[in-house]
């Protein structure tokens, strides 16, 4: 199993990928809320992202709630279709700030 890992790509960009469940994203949370105390605008691509269950689910929601307390602004591009699919059978997709969702 591959770890979640976060990286900076500058000004405010970061990618996420590995594996988004129950053993990774307690780790990849606290450095995820790290970022918003550094940036107003935090745009996170999950293009790497190579599965997640409703775990990564709660670990974006978890993000989007501490950017919004912290008035900073959160993005989620390339998110999975199994996360969209999570979150749209949870009445809670219209929540997630997302640009565009990836066929994976």
């Not at 990286?7 to 053993?23: C, I």
């Not at 775990?55 to 950017?67: I, K, N």
Request: charge should be positive; glycine fraction near 8%; hydrophobic fraction near 50%.
């Amino acid at each position: 199993m591959k770890e979640a890992r976060l990286t900076p790509l500058g000004e405010g960009r970061y990618a996420l990928d590995g594996v988004l469940d129950f053993s990774t994203v307690n780790r990849i949370a606290v450095g995820g809320i790290a970022l918003f105390k550094r940036n107003a605008s935090v745009d996170i691509d999950l293009a790497g992202v190579e599965s997640a269950n409703s775990a990564g689910l709660a670990l974006l929601l978890e993000w989007l709630d501490v950017a919004r307390a912290r008035g900073a602004r959160v993005t989620y591009r390339n998110l999975p279709n199994s996360l969209m699919r999570i979150a749209a059978v949870s009445n809670i997709a219209t929540l997630l700030p997302v640009e565009s969702a990836v066929g994976r």
